[in-house]
Structures are given as structure tokens and as C-alpha cells.
């Protein structure tokens, strides 16, 4: 009883805590750290400031103008809030130009890094929600929608991050958030969900209760992941099984074996199916070289494989930002 | 006489006919098999599931969704239509998903295809309709817009093609449907000046005949196509002959000829258009050479050439969504 | 005195000038015949007209386009304006299909090219105190916003050059106007900071006059360069003062030399960042090779020597619209 009244206490507390400047400066120096952790962004610094803030600033606002983009609010609207926006900015010029390099040496210090990827993790909480209330505002009873906006304020930067590195002029076509969900994307997701559900009483729980516990949730597997350094996802069970139920069914199958000339023997498209496999792009032939044929079983194998690759080859984005 | 009634009659039947759910279901269910005939995309629907659904419901939804970014309207707002998305999703899943790929195998059948194919392109005929009346509303008496939004609404898939293919991590920068147009964009451009025309009473026919006529066409061509698998428009001859009245001016010879030296000689632009076909792309430097040089007849040839090359290489996409 | 009065009557005369129609046909022109002298243009005009005529749209009311998506506007508001978007038309069909290439010709010769130049560049002043104007009537007291519409509506066409390249089937990520900043970009973003200045009371003078100045060394700087055919900006010297002033602190240097192991030792992003160095793009690795190790010193010159280089390879692309 008297603990309960405590957690209560708490949830309040914390539904009431103000994002800044403390949790904002926090969540803009975590970004803009991720940010300087790309591949080639140092020197993209060094050749084009201004390149380098704009994409800085979609790092630290990119669900922000993601969302608006979704809601057809102005996405420049981020920019008008001067106090966030030259906050940023400092942050910008000190991790990329300060003299001895003073910050980014001091907040790369684990423990220092932890404590703010920790208060990174609280502003998701916020922004999710925020995304969450502004879509009900607007579509009162689509649930789509909410978890869409949700999601989008909560991990925009990563959502938009095949444009952000436009910026920076690189292009990889071949990977992005969706194709590939990283950790934050996934998280943000559920979250947008919950509070979605929540939103619309389908989920019966007080806001400050879930709120308190999906904060806390962010925080320590964050903390987790980064002390133990592994990106691996604590849902990865969840998510095989819910796979390996829902999506191996035959059409995979059918295309390498048997099963397709059976049914698509007298289908006018096939000779379509086939030209445009054989304009298909160098990475799909490669794919389906690499696919075993045949049976649903070896079908699922290779598609697991595929996944790995995958896995591999985005090593490098895992900071992506969020 | 009596035949009059009866076709004025059926133009109002038709006119009132609901596209939910039956035509709906065919329109989903069309956008989401040639979703599942495009290369690689099996391999996508394995890779990640979250991935092929947003690409199906850009299929499905794409021309709301442009429209809505066009005119500065929530692109979520498909979204909000939850029947439409449920059922698209269900569709989706059972195209890409379904055990014993049952949905697959039987519409992939030539004659429950063609009933599929000539409803949805009933369901075009009301979109057009639904843009250009939408865009009316807004601009009244711009006929541009009209058309650009009657147009988008009915061929969006086509034309966020390259950004859908994006989401699937496929970049096909080389092609787009406004480089090189296939017969369902085609098409509906032609709808939409139609109708455009009718909403500003430059074009003096009644809504609901129209509607007929238009629809009919669309149906009975369709059919044709998928009965002889010919992807022949039947434009080809007026197309040619506007093209070859319009567009075959001398610039083209003058920039391969001497025509150009004499004009361009003693100016300024010269160094940089000569030091930027230098910079040209892989592509544009092979067109450059594989062209004939100077008179404008053989400029003629050149181009067209170019085009039958365009049409080969692009032969795989032509059933692209649309 | 007398001569303040004269100035001040000009000031006056020049604010109420008219764009429409002779500034806008100026600007019409030039714009398109920087189009047609891109690389590849002329393949594309006779491949898809209706992409050329696209593009062309896009170089002509690009600026109106940009700034409309960024205010969330609807972008096609500028296809209502019939009479401005049926003079572009006009413009864009004789410069690029006209029989004997005769307006091309004429307009290509120096004198001719000057006085349209000249006249282009007056409507760049009206564009972008347009912008900043519409951005205080939506965003009152945000200066950022006013300079990002202003600049946006100015130099539109340059800033989304990377799209209008995708309508005609050209993609080169590697660049854009925010890596590389060509001069009319640059003046644009001067002009936009003074007149949001001047329109929020911080920049104490009065509208017309900085009309006058502005406009003033637009047309005399754009003369300059066409006559000396130099595409060296006026400010290059200054900009080098803060280039080097502002942004070559050491974290260039640490990432090359050993203060990085130093401060980044004990870091558990150390590894993300080596593995993502390793999957990053040719170029990027490129420019790692190339940069000589070490001291801050070195740093400078290997960033300046990547500046140069990527002016050398921008070559071509200079004369982009604006």
C-alpha cells in the first residue's frame, strides 16, 4: 500500500518533469555525438559547415519535421523555437570545432556518455507521447494514426536518415529503417503503440503509470546495452517466433519451386514477372542466385541468411541517431 | 431514341455506383500482386515484413497520398480510412503471406485476373474524378491544377514509383514516369485534361456520360492488352505524329552540328556547356556518342533511337502499379 | 543633398517597379537556358518532352515550390498563377524546340545574355524579401524561419537541384548546394539575413534603400562575372577569415593524430566508429586515404585541398539555376 502511494507519487512526479533545458541539451549532445560518429562526417565538417549544422540539426529535430511533414504542418516550425534551435547550435560548434576538442573528449567518457544517453532515452518518452496527443487532436479515432505520428516524433531522425545523409552527399539506397529496423526504431515503435492504445482506452492504464514504466524500460536496457556493448534487441525472441508464424508461408517457396509453374503456368503476367526479373537490380539477381531452391524449409534459411547480411553489413549505422 | 434512354440511364447507374467495397477489394488486391511482380520484392516481403506493407499501401494508396502532398494535406490521411487500410492489409498479407499462396494462385488465372483488372480500372475513373473535383473546390478556375491533381489522384503509384522502390532498397534514378510514361499514366493524364475540361465547361458533355465513356475505354483496352499481351498503346500514331510536329525542332542538330558554332561562338556559356558535358553522366556521355552527327534529319534518328533503347531496358516495368 | 533626394526618388521608383511581365520573361529565359546547357538536357528534351517541361517548371518556380512545402503551402500554387506558368511554357518550348534554334541564338549572344542576366537577377530581390515577408506574416518574431523562406524563395531552384536532376533520370548524391555552395546560393542567403534583419528593426535602414543597394551589386557582380567570365565570389576572402577562424579546431586533427586515442580510448563508441569508418562510401574512405595524418596544421591543408577538388568536379555545374 504505502509503496504503491510511493510509485504513484513518482509516476506524478516524473509525468510533471520539465524536458528542459537539462534533458533537451542532453538528447542534443547524444545526437550530435552519433551524428560525428558517421562515417565521413568529420570531414563533411571540415569541407561544408553549413552542411554539417543542417544535418546536425535534422539529427536533434528530424522527428519534429518528420511529423510535421505527416500532418502537413510547416516543417520549419522547429526553427522558430530560437531558445532549442541556438542551444543545438552551440552544442553543433562545440562537439565538431571546439578548441582541444574539450567536450566531445569529456562526454565520450563512458560514464559520463551513459548518464546522457540515459536522459536521451526520458525525451523519448516525451516526444512519443507528444506525437501520440497531437495525432489524437487532429484524427480523434484512428489509432493508425496516433502510433504513426508517435512514432514518427520519436525516432524522425533515423525514419529520415536516407535524406539526412543526403546532406552530407552520401546515398545508400539499399538500406533504411524500415528495410532494417535498428534498436531505437523498434522501441520508439512499441511505444507509440502503447501510448496509442492507451490514448484510445483500449489499454486500461493511467498515462503517468506508463509513462514511469516505459521510461524506466528505455532507460536501463539502454544502459544495459551500453555497458555490455551488445546491439542485441531484447524482443529478438519475441520477434522470431511472431515471424517465423506469421510470415513463412509458401510464396517465397512457390517462387523457387515447383508450386509457381503449377499455378502461374497459364498466367499472362509470368512472362512479365520474368523480363523484370532480368532487369532487376544487381543486388536483387544477386539474392536470387544466392537462394536455395526449392522446399518452404530451405526457404526460410535463406531468407535468415539474407537477414544476416544484412545484419552485417549496417554494423556501421547502428548509432544511427533516434 | 429509346437506345439514348437506355445509355443515359446506365451513365446515371454507373455514376452512382459504389466503388466500396467489391471495386476497392479488385483495386487492392491488382496493386498488391503487381507490388509482389516486381524484382526482388519477394525477397523484400521475407527481409522485412514492415517494409512490404508500406510499400503495398503506397501501391494501393499511393495517389491520395500524393494528392494530399500536392495540395498540403495530411499524406497520412489514408490512413485514417480505417476499412480501406485493414482491408488492404488483409489483402496484402494473404497476396505475399497466404498458406499454400491460395489468393496468388487463383487470381493469377487470366480470367479472374481480367475481372479484377477491369474493375480496378473502373475505381480510376473515380479517382481522376475525385481530384479534379477536389482540386476545383480549391483553385476554381486554375485548369492546370486540375489536371496536375486529377492526374496525381489517379496514377500516384506510378509516380512515387521511384520512392517507393526506395522503401524496398531498390534506386532506379535512370527511369521515372515522366522520362519514359506507361500506358496507365498515360492514360489517366488523358482522363484528367478530360475531365478538367468538363469541371470548367470547356468541354460541353454531360458528368455522367463522360464517366461512361471514359470508364468503357479504360475497361475494353485493358482487356484488350491482357488478352493479345500487347503493352501497345493506342496513341502510339497520334503520339508520333505530335511528337514529330512539336519536338523535332533544330536545337538537337544545332548542339551535334556546325549550326551551333555559328550561334554559340562568341558566347560566354560555351566553356561551361562544354566543360559540363565533361562532367556529364556515364549515360548521357554513351548517348552523346552513339548519336549521328549534325543534319537534323539524322538528329531525328538519334532521338529516336534513344527512345526504343528506353522502351527495351524498360520493358520489366511496365506493369508497374499505377 | 540633392543627389540624397535623387537616390531616394530612385529607391522609391525601383521598389514599385513591376516584375511582371518583362523581369519575369527575363527570368523565364535565363533560367531555362541554363537548363538546356546541363549536361544531358537536350537528350532528355527529346526523349520526354513533358520531363523537359517539367524540369523547366522547376528551374522557373522552383523557389515558389520550395518555400511552399517548407510553410506547408500547397506546392502546386504556383500552376495556378496561369498567365506566369503559359509565358514559361512559351519560353521553354522556343528555347528548346524552336525551328532554327532562333531565340537560343539570339539570347546566347553576350550583349543580349547580359541585359537578360542583369534583369534575372533584380527579380532575385523581389523573390527573396517576398520569402522573408511571408515568413514575418506567419512566424512573427523568428528570424531563422524568415531567412530559410527567404532564402528558399530565392534561390529554390539551385537548393532542390538534386530532384529536378531525378525528373531528368540523373542522381549525383555526392553533391549539393549545401556541400557546395555556388555564388548565387551564397548571395541569396547574404541578402535573406539582411532584409529578415531589416524586418525585424535589428538592421536600422529602410527597405527601399536596401532594395536599391542590394539589387544594385547584384546586377553590377553579375555583369563582372560574365564579362571576366571569373566565377570567383566577392567574398571569398572574407569567407576564408572565418572559415579559418571559426572552423578548424582540433577534433579534424584528433581524429587523424593521437589525441583521439587519448580521448576516445576508454569510449565504447570507439569500435561502432572504426566498423562504420570501414562500410563507409568509396568517397569517404577516398578522402580518409588522402588526408595526411596529424598535426592541425596538416588538417587545414587536407580539408582545403578537398574544397578544391570538389570545385574542380563541380566544374560543370556552375551555371545551375538560381
Redesign the interface.
Known amino acids: 500500500m504505502d509503496t504503491v502511494l510511493d510509485v504513484d507519487a513518482l509516476a506524478h512526479g516524473l509525468a510533471n518533469l520539465s524536458m528542459f533545458p537539462y534533458f533537451d541539451i542532453a538528447h542534443y549532445i547524444v545526437s550530435v555525438?552519433s551524428l560525428?560518429?558517421?562515417?565521413?562526417a568529420?570531414?563533411?565538417?571540415?569541407?561544408?559547415?553549413?552542411?554539417c549544422w543542417?544535418s546536425s540539426m535534422l539529427f536533434c529535430f528530424g522527428g519534429a519535421v518528420l511529423s510535421?511533414?505527416?500532418?502537413?504542418?510547416?516543417?520549419?516550425a522547429p526553427?522558430?523555437n530560437?531558445t532549442g534551435?541556438l542551444l543545438a547550435t552551440l552544442i553543433w560548434?562545440l562537439?565538431?570545432?571546439?578548441?582541444?576538442?574539450l567536450l566531445?573528449?569529456c562526454t565520450?567518457?563512458?560514464p559520463l556518455?551513459l548518464v546522457l544517453s540515459g536522459m536521451k532515452e526520458v525525451t523519448r518518452t516525451w516526444k512519443v507521447l507528444g506525437g501520440v496527443t497531437q495525432?489524437h487532436s487532429?484524427?480523434k479515432d484512428?489509432?493508425?494514426?496516433m502510433i504513426?505520428?508517435g512514432w514518427a516524433r520519436g525516432a524522425g531522425g533515423g525514419l529520415i536518415s536516407?535524406f539526412e545523409q543526403?546532406?552530407?552527399?552520401?546515398?545508400?539506397?539499399?538500406?533504411?529503417e524500415?528495410?532494417?529496423?535498428t534498436y531505437p526504431t523498434k522501441i520508439t515503435l512499441i511505444g507509440a503503440v502503447l501510448f496509442a492504445l492507451q490514448q484510445t482506452q483500449y489499454f486500461p492504464v493511467q498515462k503517468h503509470h506508463l509513462m514511469l514504466v516505459y521510461t524506466v524500460f528505455l532507460v536501463a536496457n539502454k544502459s544495459r546495452m551500453?555497458l555490455t556493448?551488445s546491439s542485441a534487441s531484447p524482443f529478438a525472441p519475441i520477434e522470431s517466433v511472431i515471424?517465423k508464424t506469421?510470415?513463412?508461408?509458401?510464396?517465397?517457396a512457390?517462387?523457387t519451386g515447383g508450386?509457381q509453374d503449377s499455378?502461374?503456368g497459364?498466367?499472362?503476367?509470368t512472362?512479365?514477372?520474368t523480363?523484370?526479373?532480368?532487369?532487376?537490380?544487381s543486388?536483387?539477381r544477386a539474392?536470387?542466385k544466392k537462394?536455395p531452391a526449392a522446399s518452404s524449409d530451405q526457404?526460410k534459411n535463406?531468407?535468415l541468411q539474407?537477414?544476416d547480411q544484412?545484419q552485417d553489413?549496417?554494423?556501421?549505422?547502428?548509432?544511427k541517431s533516434d
Open positions: 555525438m560525428r560518429e558517421q562515417p565521413g568529420l570531414e563533411v565538417s571540415r569541407l561544408s559547415p553549413l552542411a543542417f510535421g511533414v505527416m500532418l502537413a504542418e510547416p516543417p520549419v526553427l522558430s530560437g534551435v560548434y562537439v565538431f570545432y571546439c578548441p582541444g576538442d566531445y573528449c565520450a567518457l563512458l556518455r495525432a487532429k484524427y484512428s489509432l493508425l494514426v504513426a505520428i536516407n543526403l546532406v552530407r552527399g552520401v546515398w545508400r539506397p539499399e538500406t533504411n524500415l528495410l532494417k529496423m551500453m556493448g515471424y506469421l510470415f513463412l508461408g509458401s510464396p517465397y512457390a517462387l508450386l499455378c502461374m497459364h498466367d499472362a503476367s512472362s512479365t514477372s523480363s523484370s526479373t532480368s532487369t532487376s537490380s543486388k536483387n539474392a536470387v537462394r526457404g535463406g531468407s539474407t537477414r544484412n553489413q549496417d554494423a556501421g549505422s547502428n548509432k
